[in-house]
């Protein structure tokens, strides 16, 4: 059985900084592309980040490019979200995502339950 599990939401002043983190079981870890995404009250949810299954290519939407970074460590089997220069638009529910390949353009295999990230002004 598959499970995401995110951790690292909190509440952080606007210019600030958090790091998401996010493991996964039940499937190779290294053999899948990963995201994180998100989802605002009354939005709908959107993709904020992806990395494929090694790591070598990485896609950004376009209101967080310059300011997250995501990462994978491949031994810790692991992925992060560093997020910095954070906006209260930022507040949401943050989600990671196994995808069901190596490639980002691929569908969602599994969601992680949600951490959320609160950005105060």
């Known amino acids: 059985q598959v499970q995401v599990v995110e951790s690292g939401g909190g509440l952080v002043q606007a210019g600030g900084s958090l790091r998401l983190s996010c493991t996964a079981s039940?499937?190779?870890?290294?053999?899948?592309?990963m995201g994180w995404f998100r989802q605002a009250p009354g939005k709908e949810r959107e993709r904020v980040a992806c990395i494929t299954w090694s790591g070598g290519n990485s896609y950004y939407g376009d209101s967080v490019k310059g300011r997250f970074t995501i990462s994978r460590d491949r031994a810790k089997k692991t992925l992060y979200l560093q997020m910095n220069s954070l906006r209260p638009e930022d507040t949401a529910m943050y989600y990671c995502?196994?995808?069901?390949?190596?490639?980002?353009?691929?569908?969602?295999?599994?969601w992680g339950q949600g951490t959320q990230v609160t950005v105060s002004s």
């Open positions: 039940g499937l190779t870890f290294n053999s899948y592309a």
């Open positions: 995502a196994a995808y069901s390949a190596q490639s980002c353009s691929y569908s969602v295999l599994k």
